[in-house]
Every structure is written in structure tokens, then in C-alpha cells.
Nanobody, 117 residues
């Protein structure tokens, strides 16, 4: 199992930037894919971006060219990042970090991102 802790959310004006971080501990050797998802009020959860162990990335069409997902491996930890630029009010949501691996599909507690117009 792994434990995920997100940080970096907040309030920003449209056009601004934020960087989300997710610190992952536990059985990190069993992680396959990692990603960010978001859920806006009254809407279903949606994929934002994913990254494989090999570094292959995938983005929702709505964030392509504005968001960048990346990961860093450290001793006993993995860090997942989401750099968000040119933010729009429609990016307002709770953002969740996700890790999938052999025998688990784990989520962080979520971090609120609010973009004002």
C-alpha cells in the first residue's frame, strides 16, 4: 500500500499559476501509473493528467498546453507534481492525486484549487 499527501492548492486569479505536489510513501516499488484527477462542484470526477513509470504522459484536452505532470523518485518516496499555468475559472475543483499498482488504487485527500475571474 501507499500513502499520498497533496499540497499546493489555493486561490489564484485567472491567468495565474499553481503547482500541486503529492508525496507518496509506502510500497512505492509496486506503483505503475500515477495521475491527477479533479472534481468540480456538481460534476463528476475527471482525469486531468497521468504519467507512467516510463514517463509517458497523457492529458485531458482541456488542459493540454497549460498543465504539465511530472514525477521525481527519491529514496523511499515518490513525488508527483502538476504545474498549472494559464489557469481558468473552469479549472476550479478539488484535485486528487492517484497511484495505481499491483493490488492497489490509492487516492490522496484532495486539495482545493479556486480560480477567480
Amino acid at each position: 500500500q501507499v500513502h499520498l499527501v497533496e499540497s499546493g492548492g489555493g486561490l489564484v486569479q485567472a491567468g495565474g499559476s499553481l503547482r500541486l505536489s503529492c508525496a507518496v510513501s509506502g510500497t512505492i516499488s509496486r506503483i505503475n501509473d500515477m495521475g491527477w484527477y479533479r472534481q468540480a462542484p456538481g460534476k463528476q470526477s475527471e482525469l486531468v493528467a497521468t504519467i507512467t513509470n516510463g514517463g509517458r504522459t497523457n492529458y485531458a484536452d482541456s488542459v493540454k498546453g497549460r498543465f504539465t505532470i511530472s514525477r521525481d523518485n527519491a529514496k523511499n518516496m515518490v513525488y508527483l507534481y502538476l504545474q498549472m499555468n494559464s489557469l481558468r475559472p473552469e479549472d476550479t475543483a478539488v484535485y486528487f492525486c492517484n497511484c495505481r499498482g499491483f493490488g492497489f488504487n490509492s487516492w490522496g485527500q484532495g486539495t482545493q484549487v479556486t480560480v477567480s475571474s
